[in-house]
Each structure stands twice: as structure tokens, then as C-alpha cells.
């Protein structure tokens, strides 16, 4: 089967991108904010009981994440003047109603990520995904107040028709294909993807590689610099992945602060959002 979505394009045949005010690379941070439901398997740290009903051991592990290591991640934000690019469950709004309320304090970006990160989408039918996506984006708007831009899949799940389902809601760019460090228009008319990272991912590293604190501060810095490197000719996109559950633990914490401190501390950089990385190119970029 070949892949319709979207064309092959290099990036160096590309028309170059400017982002505002001279930036070279555009950085946001994507926050997953999540709800997983008790009596079903999911991202677990240890899986000699990831199938017991109930799975006290993972499943609290993942509830940290609301309770306890989004508060600490807030500040870090905060101190380092960013706005978050939440990728969103709809089920935070009823759940978690004091996290919705500290992010619109903030003017954050409300992504759609599904109903809850323990049901995927990827073999609905198109009727069911229309919906599910309906009712998504729908209790999204009526938490946040915005009605969300763009969309990344529990687990960056989509089916074939998701993109064109998302399109007729309203939204305008979606965060499942992490192919580019550039955004590009998809084979459907008015969507977009944006950049987002599985590598430079909490997840993927401290749980997936165990690395160290001291690791994901090498790395982070790594990945800005080639990035800066890479965009004297024509801007870059930085995503930086967390999860509460994850990058909130304590022993992690100030090495989240000496990541985020390092970018906001470099000429060049755009401090922004998935939302208004997707509205500049949609307005500014040549077709390709």
C-alpha cells in the first residue's frame, strides 16, 4: 500500500522558513496530560504485573502524574517563562478540573489527545472514529474554553482517516508523524503536521534507555545545538516530550530545570506552542 497522506519532500529542496523576529529554531514543549482507567493494561515501568486487575503498582506510578509531578513540572515552566502545548485527554476535564484551571491561567495550548490514553482509535470504523473525535474535541472545548487547533493520538494512534475526520472538526494540524523537523502540509486540504519527538521523549529515555538525569541534560542540549546548526538557512522545530509521571519525579526534577534553562537561555529561540508554530507556516510558507 502506498502511503497517501503525505509526498516525500528533502529538506534541503525546500522554500526556507522564517520564524518571527529571526529565530532560528521555534521550541515547545509537548505536556502530556493523561488519564488512564484502572481495570485496563497500559505504559507501565514494570511488567510482571502490567495484566493484574487492579495493577496498583503502574497504575500508581501513572496517577503520580496528576497528583503530584504535574505541580512540580508547573513550576519549572513558569520559571523559565514557557507555555505548555498540552496534549489533552478529554477525561482530564471531569478528573483533573485544578490542572485545566492552572493551564488557561496560563494561556497554554489545549491539544486534542483522545478520551483517555487506554483507548485507541486505530480500528474504529469511520463512523465510530467521527464520533469518538466529536465527542473528544467537543468536551475539550467545553473544559478549556478553546476549541483545540491540533491533535495527537493516545499513543500517536490514527487510523487512515483520521486526518480527514479531524479536518471537518475544525482542527488544522495533527502531531502523529514525527518524520520531520520541519512542518509540512499533508495530501489533505488544511491539515498539517508539526513536529513531535519519540525519541526526545521522557518516556523513551528514562524508562525505555534508564538513562540518567545528567543523560537527558546531554541530550537536550545535543539535539537544540544540531538544530541551530542545522537552521541557518531555514528555521527548525524543537518538540520536547514529557510526562508528569515521568520527567515529576523528584530525583528528576532539576534536571528538567538545567534542560529548559539551557534553551530559553540561547539567542535564536522561539519560546512558543504547537498552536502558533502551525498557525505561522498555514500563513506564511510557500506550498511544498
Keep these: 500500500m502506498d502511503n497517501e497522506l503525505y509526498d516525500y519532500s528533502p529538506i534541503v529542496e525546500r522554500e526556507p522558513i522564517q520564524w518571527p523576529d529571526g529565530a532560528r529554531v521555534a521550541f515547545y514543549v509537548g505536556l502530556n496530560v493523561e488519564h488512564y482507567q484502572i481495570d485496563r493494561p497500559s505504559t507501565s515501568i514494570f511488567a510482571g504485573t502490567a495484566d493484574l486487575v487492579p495493577d496498583a503498582l503502574n497504575y500508581g506510578w501513572r496517577d503520580y502524574g496528576p497528583r503530584v509531578g504535574f505541580w512540580r513540572l508547573l513550576e519549572s515552566l513558569d520559571r523559565h517563562g514557557m ?59 467545553r473544559a478549556t474554553g478553546r476549541r483545540p487547533r491540533g491533535w495527537m493520538g493516545p499513543a500517536l494512534t490514527e487510523t487512515f482517516q483520521t486526518p480527514k475526520l479531524l479536518a471537518e472538526l475544525g482542527l488544522n494540524y495533527v502531531l502523529d508523524w514525527t518524520n520531520d523537523d520541519q512542518p509540512y502540509r499533508l495530501n489533505v486540504p488544511g491539515m498539517l503536521s508539526v513536529p513531535y519527538s519519540v525519541e526526545l521523549n521522557d518516556i523513551g529515555l528514562f524508562v525505555g534507555k534508564s538513562l540518567s538525569g545528567p543523560d537527558f541534560v546531554r ?34 526534577h532539576k534536571y528538567l530545570d538545567q534542560a529548559l534553562e539551557y534553551i530559553a537561555s540561547r539567542p535564536g529561540v522561539w519560546l512558543t506552542t504547537s498552536d502558533e508554530i502551525a498557525e505561522h507556516y498555514a500563513r506564511t510558507a510557500k506550498s511544498q
Design 83 to 141: 507555555r505548555a502545548s498540552v496534549l489533552l485527554n478529554s477525561d482530564v476535564g471531569e478528573r483533573y478540573p485544578q490542572i485545566i484551571r492552572a493551564g488557561r491561567e496560563r494561556d497554554w495550548a489545549w491539544l486534542a489527545h483522545g478520551k483517555n490514553n487506554s483507548i485507541f482509535q486505530a480500528d474504529m470504523s469511520v463512523d465510530e472514529e467521527r464520533a469518538y473525535l466529536t465527542e473528544v474535541v467537543g468536551a475539550i472545548e
Design 219 to 252: 541530550i537536550v542540549r545535543d539535539q537544540f545545538d544540531q538544530l541551530y546548526a542545522d537552521s541557518a538557512d531555514s528555521g527548525r522545530v524543537m518538540a520536547l516530550a514529557l510526562h508528569p509521571f515521568v520527567i515529576g519525579q523528584p530525583f528528576r
